[in-house]
């Protein structure tokens, strides 16, 4: 279970900061943590520490994670920072779609409403397709090339997009 739900931090300027932070064994300093946005990409938190054995507040380099269609950061029981995300191509279901939009709603902004549509849409068009694996198909096997595969998603993901907006989701 989580804590609470963090919004807003997207950008080392808005970060969501903690002081006291272990460096190490001995030394301590502070971290801040954010949510980066790229499109094409998705989200993917980013964490900065501070480094205590140089004078002043000399950040070091920023530590990003890896992309996810859409991604929340909490507070966990213990105060720590850590994120929830949503997967698409059937990875979360319905039921996953809706607690988390119910639980992180204050952290849901336009690129996130983006986001969750575009995962449903992509899970109604995953019930719509079938996936075959042939192996060592004779000479009177004929698939599709990789080009009509993606034909055939990107229809049923059109399809898809046209029910979750009819549902008003």
Excluded at 75 to 94: I, K
Aim: charged share 25%.
């Amino acid at each position: 279970m989580h804590k609470s739900t963090l919004s807003g931090h997207v950008s080392p300027e808005t970060a969501y900061t903690v002081e006291d932070y272990p460096y190490g064994f001995r030394l301590r300093c502070t971290i801040r943590y954010w949510i980066e946005t790229k499109k094409g990409y998705g989200q993917r938190l980013v964490s900065q520490t501070t480094n205590p054995k140089r004078p002043g507040e000399v950040w070091n380099k920023p530590k990003a994670g890896t992309y996810a269609p859409i991604m929340v950061m909490i507070l966990d029981e213990r105060d720590h920072v850590t994120v929830e995300t949503l997967q698409s191509g059937g990875w979360d279901d319905e039921a996953k779609i809706v607690d988390f939009e119910t639980r992180h709603a204050s952290a849901i902004g336009e690129h996130e409403r983006a986001s969750i549509r575009y995962i449903r849409a992509s899970n109604k068009a995953n019930e719509r397709l079938t996936c075959t694996i042939v192996t060592n198909p004779g000479p009177e096997y004929v698939g599709q090339t990789r080009d009509e595969q993606d034909a055939i998603y990107n229809a049923a993901l059109r399809v898809g997009y046209a029910e979750v907006i009819a549902e008003g989701k």
